[in-house]
């Protein structure tokens, strides 16, 4: 990072890593402030005042270039710092979206026949039981202590995950069948012991697919109830807002407009109209033998409670298709 204080660079990222925990997350948005700032020198900006959103679209346009072969994913990473930063809603800047049939993580199986042969060893036994019922990160499974297995409200049981992406503190929610095999694991650890050793840990085995798998499980889970319970979908959607004010509180005290947005945003995207893939996501669904229309409520269940992710796009193209 440029040492200058006044640097576009630097107030760019004083601006942009506002709240950030997570070490990964930072860097991320430091190269990418120190790219935008580099680009923005070509043009002659080296003030933040101004950096607008005219100006961010161009850069936009600038990543999309054929000769540069950015994906969506990469070109969204470069863009989201710097909207932040300048308060602009990445909603309103033209970029590629992000489409299944680009995504690899956790789905090039064939690349992988080491981690596919470990996943059938007894040394990988637990881990691989308890990823199937709880789906979080590699790092996160890492950092697992005997205590993060809790009871929370409405009886409902929890991973807590104390370091999560970006460095949130997360619960991810276990399905009622899972309950007994995660706590059996739980409880077989010493108080203040990591869940799994050093050895345990080191693999190659596919854990984003398992987390895949994971989110359709739940998914399938809140479908069925909400299709067959009366009275389900108020009260699930009751409580995925109650979450979100808690989780938005800081932002409800520092911006309260921006804070509505958000929530209206949130709450639109639980509405009863299905949620229907479209072009590439819709293709993909079909080869897969998927299903092209799906309940928001559910989704959002998913995205919320087992993936963290409060967005159903992320939730339907990384994971459900």
């Not at 590629?96 to 690349?111: H, L, V, W």
């Not at 991810?172 to 995660?182: A, G, S, T």
């Not at 050895?199 to 109830?225: S, W």
Request: glycine fraction near 6%; proline fraction near 3%.
């Amino acid at each position: 990072m440029s040492r200058n204080k006044n640097s576009l660079q630097f107030e760019l990222f004083k601006r942009a890593s506002e709240g950030l925990k997570g070490n990964t997350t930072r860097k991320q948005y430091k190269y990418a402030c120190k790219k935008f700032a580099s680009w923005c020198k070509e043009q002659g900006i080296k003030q933040i005042e101004k950096v607008d959103k005219d100006l961010i679209q161009k850069y936009s346009n600038h990543l999309q270039e054929d000769h540069f072969k950015f994906s969506a994913g990469t070109i969204h990473t470069y863009l989201a710092p710097i909207c932040k930063a300048c308060g602009v809603n990445m909603r309103d800047i033209n970029k590629p979206r992000r489409k299944s049939n680009t995504i690899t993580k956790g789905r090039q199986e064939a690349e992988n026949p080491f981690g596919k042969l470990q996943e059938t060893s007894p040394e990988f036994k637990r881990l691989i039981t308890l990823q199937k019922a709880v789906g979080i990160r590699r790092n996160e499974l890492e950092n697992l202590k005997r205590e993060d297995f809790i009871k929370g409200e409405y009886g409902i049981y929890y991973v807590h995950v104390r370091k999560g992406k970006g460095g949130k503190e997360t619960f991810q929610m276990i399905l009622p069948k899972d309950v007994p095999i995660v706590k059996n694991i739980f409880e077989e650890v010493p108080t203040g012991h990591n869940v799994f050793s050093k050895d345990e840990m080191n693999n190659k085995i596919n854990l984003h697919a398992l987390r895949r798998e994971h989110a359709n499980d739940v998914y399938q889970f809140f479908e069925n109830i909400i299709l067959t319970v009366n009275g389900f979908a108020r009260s699930l959607r009751e409580r995925l807002i109650k979450m979100f004010e808690r989780g938005n509180y800081d932002l409800y005290k520092a911006n309260p407009q921006k804070y509505e947005a958000k929530l209206k945003r949130f709450i639109d995207d639980m509405n009863d109209t299905p949620y229907e893939l479209r072009g590439e996501n819709k293709k993909r669904a079909i080869q897969n033998g998927k299903p092209v229309i799906y309940n928001r409520l559910a989704l959002m269940a998913v995205s919320v409670l087992a993936l963290s992710h409060w967005r159903l796009d992320v939730t339907v193209v990384n994971y459900i298709v």
